[in-house]
């Protein structure tokens, strides 16, 4: 068993955040036993302080944030992982913004800023926890595993899947200090080059360039070089390691991942949580629905024939939602549009990704008995024609959710093609029923 550590004076970073494109400075400082990491909002009033744990945290797309009582930091994976990477168990973050800096993309700047600042024992032992029992968790085609072990941290990570415009990597580490600073950390986030219209029109990606994100396509690394060939499934692992640290224990146990990403990490965590805590696995439904049609009427006020939702298959608290309507000839809407050519009108596709945002906001225990009503609807596609015979996999993901509004990006995809997609604006207001 080891000491606990924590740093011996302050280090500073300053730079641009990754999505809100904002310049932040963070102060890492020193933090007594048992602590852990929190961050301070020294721009905010009263200076609100939100510990890095599995409560507070909130996945959005594309990265982790921590939120407590309205104040909220988001891309914290990064510098958790370098405090993790390190075994740096009690540090005090002060930011002045709502987004952790970039730097490069990795962990690499954190690693230098922290190493630099001095690493040192406390006085006090850090307890771990060895994983009792195996934990699985899968979602379409990403899973992640948890195994027993005995000896740490290790993480395996298998990066496969048809888009790819490079072939399959995969990555196995046995995670300490030493191996984490040489062969993790510099490892740099990145997406596809046909990701990056889509993903700056959703409103992502402020503060990317080419020199803080790796853009790839079936040419390589744009106006870029790797730092390791197989430098993609190493940042999967970097934030692994981020997600990880949310649990606040060392941990002994092996992870094994294909394809995951925050939401399904912080499902593990979790999961890891409440084997810590002595309880239960959450329950899985074997039919691989969350709600069917007659728990969704329960939340939803709409009725036949205008409720274009058949069930919900996924559901990530109140972040994210997956949705499906099978569409079939005997809809009534395919008798006037068109006779002898039925096509699903488009407005109808919308009300149906509205309906699933509506269900997703509708979840949330102050909002439960009220009505999300639409306000507005921006940036909206219509790409492809639905016709009988279709399944619709509606998906829903809230950017912003505050007391009385709510902000969602929602899509439609038919057999993994995108048809439609809109961001909607909504306001929650009281059923007078």
Not at 2 to 17: H, K, M, V, Y
Not at 302 to 317: G, T
Not at 371 to 384: E, G, P, W
């Amino acid at each position: 068993m080891r000491l606990q550590r924590t740093i011996s004076r302050p280090a500073e970073l300053e730079g641009i955040g990754l999505f809100s494109g904002m310049r932040t400075r963070v102060r890492m400082l020193p933090a007594p036993v048992d602590t852990g990491v929190s961050f301070t909002r020294v721009d905010l009033p009263g200076r609100p302080r939100i510990p890095a744990n599995s409560s507070t945290a909130t996945i959005k797309p594309r990265r982790t944030s921590v939120a407590l009582d309205g104040a909220e930091i988001e891309t914290v994976e990064h510098l958790l992982a370098a405090a993790g990477g390190l075994s740096i168990d009690n540090l005090e973050v002060e930011i002045n913004g709502i987004e952790v800096p970039g730097g490069d993309g990795s962990s690499a700047p954190f690693c230098d800023a922290l190493s630099t600042a001095g690493i040192v024992d406390q006085d006090k032992p850090k307890g771990y926890y060895a994983l009792k029992e195996p934990i699985t968790i899968r979602e379409g085609e990403q899973s992640i595993v948890a195994l027993p072990s005995n000896e740490g941290l290790t993480i395996s990570y298998t990066l496969n899947h048809e888009n790819l415009p490079f072939h399959a990597q995969h990555y196995t580490l046995a995670v300490t200090p030493d191996t984490f600073a040489r062969e993790i950390a510099p490892a740099r986030t990145w997406c596809l080059s046909t990701e990056v219209e889509e993903l700056l029109k959703q409103g992502f990606g402020k503060g990317c360039t080419t020199q803080n994100t790796l853009i790839l396509d079936s040419r390589g690394v744009r106006d870029n070089t790797l730092r390791f060939p197989d430098e993609m499934v190493r940042h999967k692992i970097l934030d692994i390691v981020g997600d990880l640290y949310l649990a606040g224990s060392y941990l002994k146990l092996h992870v094994i991942a294909v394809r995951s990403g925050h939401a399904i990490n912080h499902k593990l965590v979790q999961e890891i949580k409440r084997q810590m805590e002595g309880l239960a696995p959450l329950p899985k439904k074997s039919s691989g629905t969350m709600l069917d049609v007659r728990e969704i009427l329960k939340i939803l006020p709409h009725r036949f024939p205008f409720l274009l939702i058949d069930k919900v298959i996924e559901l990530d608290s109140y972040r994210r939602a997956v949705g499906i309507k099978n569409v079939t000839y005997n809809e009534p809407f395919f008798q006037g549009h068109f006779p002898g050519q039925p096509i699903m009108p488009g407005v109808l596709q919308i009300e149906a990704m509205a309906q699933l945002a509506g269900a997703l906001l509708m979840r949330k225990a102050e909002n439960q008995q009220k009505l999300a009503v639409l306000l507005s609807i921006d940036q909206c596609k219509l790409r492809k024609t639905v016709v009988p015979g279709d399944q619709l996999r509606i998906e829903a993901e809230a950017l912003k959710i505050k007391a009385r509004t709510a902000h969602v990006y929602t899509k439609c995809s038919v057999d993994g093609q995108m048809v439609s997609e809109a961001q909607m604006k909504f306001m929650i207001v009281e059923n007078e029923e």
